[in-house]
């Protein structure tokens, strides 16, 4: 059974860039039909997705987010990696990385996901 751990700082300062890593146990990133997401829950709103990778390594990102946004991979480690940058503390949410069968979707098989404050 697949299962996804978010790595990364909890605190980032205002116009930086955020940088996290999910690990995947279990199945590998290169196998379809899969979407490698990430989607973030800021306090007290609903699930916001942010981007994906796709098995073939093709990214999708938020119309909203994708000027700041970028997604990669690093297939020896089977892990794949978020960057937000320019952040503000509207970026501050719960981050979470899943596993999803189209772009844009925000229901799969997710990590527990972390928290990233953005202060000062």
């Known amino acids: 059974q697949v299962q996804l751990q978010e790595s990364g700082p909890g605190l980032v300062k205002p116009s930086q860039t955020l940088s996290l890593a999910c690990t995947v146990f279990g199945g590998s990133i290169t196998t379809n039909p899969y979407y490698w997401t990430w989607i973030r829950q800021p306090p007290g709103k609903g699930l916001e997705w942010v981007g994906a990778?796709?098995?073939?390594?093709?990214?999708y990102y938020s119309p909203s987010l994708k000027s700041r946004t970028s997604i990669s991979r690093d297939t020896s480690k089977n892990q794949f990696t978020l960057q937000l940058s320019s952040v503000t503390p509207e970026d501050t949410a719960v981050y979470y990385c899943?596993?999803?069968?189209?772009?844009?979707?925000?229901?799969?098989?997710r990590g527990q996901g972390t928290q990233v404050t953005v202060s000062s």
């Open positions: 899943a596993r999803v069968l189209t772009p844009g979707s925000t229901q799969g098989r």
């Open positions: 990778i796709a098995a073939s390594g093709s990214t």
